[in-house]
């Protein structure tokens, strides 16, 4: 499993008993988390959360009160991203912090292709509130933001002009629609990355199923990506895809890589437990 180990201002405390107990900030947040199967560490340590999220079967969720909007501080070497973070009705708060892991990885592949006298090309699909676009942008790449919900984009811009970046092209569309595009114009990226659901909603179009949709798309993006330099990191969260299935369907890609980096992305906690929480792909050549 890998797991980031750069965060000052996130903290994966404990998990267990199907749920996860993070610090972000000052903030001390209790919420479901179903990969966390094992039992609690010690119960005084969960009594420190300032806010908790609880939902019952078969009914929407919700917060014990209101989580006031606040700002968490990535840093890596000299990299500072501010995240703007807020109360979702769906537990979320509009960060993963396991996905740093992934952009140690792009300031490295960017620094790498940046070396040879070219601005990397990065193509960040199902991008959220944009973690990788506001890395990639800041070790100077040309970033390309895309995500089919109007407000995850809106989050992300949001994001974007709290850190004074002002040079990232936003999408508002469906992924597979955007690369499809992309091979008809011959645009290439020199790193794709994306982080697709098990189901997307796609306003106006037909929504996104990970099961139906992923190979085909993965297919295209080989087209897309640059031949002299490129990478790729992929994150899948579906308990009906383990592992072992997506490696075998990705080697029936044409023209997948013989080699690449396949295994868990996860979170460590500071009580010793490791978080599984889905699958990690990636390469680069
Ligand atoms: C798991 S989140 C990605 C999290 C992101 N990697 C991060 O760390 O911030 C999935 C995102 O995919 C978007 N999405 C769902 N279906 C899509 C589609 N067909 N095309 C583009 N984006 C889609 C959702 O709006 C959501 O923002």
Redesign the pocket.
């Known amino acids: 499993m890998k797991y980031p180990t750069s965060w000052k201002s996130y903290e994966l405390i404990d998990i267990g008993e199907g749920r996860k107990l993070e610090r972000f900030g000052d903030l001390v947040v209790d919420r479901p988390e179903p990969s966390a199967t094992s039992k609690k560490g010690a119960v005084s340590l969960w009594d420190v959360a300032t806010h908790r999220f609880t939902e019952q079967k078969g009914q929407k969720g919700s917060w014990n009160k209101p989580v006031p909007d606040f700002t968490i501080e990535y840093q890596q070497d000299e990299i500072s991203i501010l995240f703007q973070l807020k109360e979702t009705a769906f537990k979320h708060l ?3 912090p396991e ?1 740093a892991e ?1 952009w140690d990885f792009i300031v490295e592949q960017c620094a790498h292709i940046s070396e040879s006298g070219t601005q990397p090309r990065i193509l ?9 676009s506001l890395v990639a942008d800041r070790v100077g790449a040309k970033v390309t933001h ?4 109007k ?2 984009v809106n989050w992300a811009r949001e994001n974007a002009d709290l850190n004074d970046i002002s040079t990232i092209r936003w999408i508002v ?6 690369v499809e595009r992309c091979i008809k114009r011959g645009e290439k990226f020199h790193g794709v ?1 994306l ?3 098990i ?4 306003p106006k ?1 037909k ?2 199923k990970l099961n139906n ?1 992923l190979e085909p798309l993965l297919s295209n993006i080989l087209k897309i990506l640059d031949p002299e330099h490129q990478f790729l990191i992929l ?1 899948t ?1 579906s308990p009906q895809l383990p592992l072992p299935d997506l490696k075998k369907m990705l080697r029936g890609i044409r023209g997948w890589p013989k080699k690449f980096e396949a295994t868990t992305l996860g979170l460590k906690s500071t009580t010793g437990r490791e978080l599984e929480l889905g699958n990690l792909v990636r390469f680069s050549r």
Request: glycine letters at 12%; a negative charge.
């Open positions: 509009g960060i993963f996905q992934n960040n699909l199902f991008a959220y509130t944009g973690g990788a895309v995500d089919s919900s407000t995850a569309e469906d992924a597979r629609k955007y990355i982080d697709p659901p189901f997307g909603m796609v179009g929504n996104w949709d994150n969260y």
